[in-house]
């Protein structure tokens, strides 16, 4: 068979690899699997493999975002900004060890430098390896000196600013002279701790993936040319190799298909389980206006009158007749059946409406009301 052929290695050739670009070839593939591996490569690539990124940040005598920084050029949202762009990587003497909820670092600058790049920060950064060194992160005077304290986590994707703010722990807030014991967290207000202290929540990229591209082109299996040929090309921020990332993305499907093709999935069925019919909220809707009166709804003098002779009251009462029978009535002319129309098609009932249902479940809910009253007496 042919997906036999498809398990040997020759099936992935590497056609280029740096720290930074992969570019792969897969063939062959049966008619219309150039898609499906491509596109479904593609988006686990982009949108789960796990990196690191700044969580949070605190510069003492900064309060908030938009704070400046006596002697720093650039203002705090710039900051932030370009700690967004530093790449971190795990040292492989961590990899094994236990993770944290976050590793936090207190970086101190009394150096003379005016311009303090990653690689500066990096001294201080013992456990993770940063991959852009010469990004500048702000430019200031010769004598001024900062204390920066980052918090770095591992995770997927992008969070936002927002979503990290809700889980700054309360380890964030200043506890040195204070006993947390009888601190009640509960009542703590998250939206603005990141204040309190100084501490920032920041925008987290933690996806170590830039780009991936496919292409699908045809090729021949035994004079037949209707297989097909993928190329795949991926970018990373070089905290991991692209092969490695292919590989990482390739084990995600894998253990996530494991899961249906396992021969003992047991079907939970419960006899019990009915499916609830769906609440008509049109119909709650139509009952409240059927019983309604016609006064509500602005009708003039003269037509609300002669429609209280012919005991006409409510909505329900006018959508039983018809126009010859209200011609019938005195004083109820052309004008005020054009003005019972308008109203009607805006309420969106009509003449002769049929109220079956409206009626069957009017009864129901008599009969409830009824059994009800009797266990009460």
Sequence with gaps: MFFLKFTKKENLIVLKLTNYEGHFKIEPLYPGWGVTIGNTLRRVLLSSLEGYAIYSVKIEGVDHEFATIKGVKEDMTEIILNLKKIRFKKKMEQMEKEEDPGEKFN???????????????????????????????????????????????KG????????????????????????????????????????????????????????????????SVSKNSTYERLFLEIKTDGTINPKDALIKASNLVIRHFKLLSNKKISLNYNK????????????????NLLNSSLERKNLSVRTLNCLKKAKILTWGDLIKSNTTNLLNFKYLGKKSLEELDLIMKKLTIYYGMNLEDYNKNKNKNKKKNKKKNKKNI
């Design 107 to 153: 970086i101190i600058i009394n150096n003379e430098k005016e311009e303090i790049t990653a690689g500066d920060l990096g001294e201080y950064i013992h456990l993770f390896e940063i991959i852009n060194p010469d990004l500048i992160i702000l430019n200031k005077n010769k004598f001024i000196s900062l204390n920066i304290t980052i918090v770095i986590k």
């Design 156 to 219: 997927i994707g992008y969070v936002p600013s927002e979503e990290n703010e809700k889980h700054i722990n309360t380890e964030h807030i200043n506890t040195e002279h204070i006993n947390t014991e009888h601190i009640n967290t509960e009542h703590i207000n998250t939206e603005h701790i990141n204040t309190e202290d100084g501490t920032i929540s920041m925008d987290s990229i933690f996806t170590p993936i830039k780009n991936v591209k496919y292409t699908i082109e045809n090729c």
């Design 272 to 287: 019990k389980y009915k499916k609830k019919k769906p609440t008509n909220e049109n119909y709650f809707k139509l009952r």
